[in-house]
């Protein structure tokens, strides 16, 4: 852990640069406008009948969505080490893919968690078809799931392509916009967390 | 290690702590749902958590996917989100009770 410079990454790099190559921020801020309209609508819904909503929501475990929030940090920062391993020629590089595969562990601790509560919410009598809240719940948390499921598909792709030995500038692209399309899925958690199990 | 430690430049680390702290933070005044009377009112905490949110969208777009280096447009249009979104969430959120 001592002084180190910085990634072999700095030499050469332009004053700016769009990660990963254009089309992925149509796909990424896409979604993000997809997302944004379901958070409104959800809080529309919500305003119907504050009490109902705030009884589902006393349903539901913060525990374990904070856990999921944490699961995905990690996975954020595992990507951000790979990406700038496979920018590196040196030693380093080869710790790409197995971050990689670090971070798809955390994807699938997320989903593990998230059939664990869906299964005792299912049990316990919450379903889409008990109230608005739980409709959009299963809905936005539905919709992000499989998202996370791409996204896991994505890290793998990423994976196959840390192992080779070099990459080019295009393929070093597809890899900065598979990483982005993952720190999406984070980041739409991050909103999802607080707005449905948080905020009553 | 060292290596390790090289691919994650302090501030990357610094960022990734904050955001973590965050989520701790949020988790610890929102959890009780205001069961608890406790010294922030219930719909003050909800409209806190939403803000933390979005400064945390941000904070990963600015350091993870690295929007800090993307041209202005881009950048622009993210941060949009952010503050657009975050508005009119806790808008919604603190006309709906």
């Keep these: 852990m001592g002084v180190t410079t910085e990634a072999s990454d700095a030499p050469a790099a332009p004053r700016w640069h769009v990660p990963g190559e254009p089309g992925i921020w149509v796909v990424v801020l896409g979604d993000m406008l997809v997302f944004a309209l379901l958070f409104v609508v959800e809080l529309v819904s919500r305003a119907h009948d504050p009490a109902a909503a705030a009884a589902a929501q006393a349903r539901l475990d913060p525990g374990l969505g904070a856990v999921n929030t944490l699961l995905l940090l990690v996975s954020s920062l595992l990507v951000v080490g790979a990406v700038r391993a496979l920018r590196t020629t040196g030693p380093a590089r080869r710790l790409a893919a197995p971050l990689l595969v670090a971070a798809m562990g955390c994807g699938v601790a997320f989903s593990a968690i998230k059939i664990v509560e869906y299964h005792g919410e299912v049990a316990s009598g919450a379903t889409p078809m008990t109230n608005d809240f739980f409709l959009y719940y299963f809905l936005l948390t539905g919709f992000h799931w499989f998202h996370l499921l791409l996204g896991l598909g994505v890290l793998a792709v990423l994976t196959a392509a840390a192992r080779r030995p070099s990459l080019s500038a295009r393929g070093m692209g597809y890899v900065e916009g598979g990483a982005c399309f993952w720190h999406m899925v984070d980041l739409l958690w991050i909103v999802l967390y607080p707005l449905l199990y948080l905020a009553r | ?97």
Excluded at chain 2, 55 to 78: C, S, T
């Design chain 2, 1 to 97: 290690m060292t290596t390790l430690r090289s691919l994650l430049p302090t501030p990357v680390v610094v960022v990734w702590v904050v955001l973590v702290a965050l989520t701790l933070a949020s988790w610890s005044l929102g959890h009780d749902h205001g069961s608890v009377a406790g010294p922030l009112p219930v719909r003050g905490v909800g409209a806190l958590v939403l803000v933390v949110a979005m400064a945390k969208v941000d904070l990963v777009g600015r350091w993870f996917m690295e929007l800090r280096l993307a041209p202005r447009g881009l950048r622009w249009a993210f941060d949009g989100w952010c503050v657009g979104v975050g508005v009119l969430l806790v808008a919604l959120y603190l006309a709906g009770s």
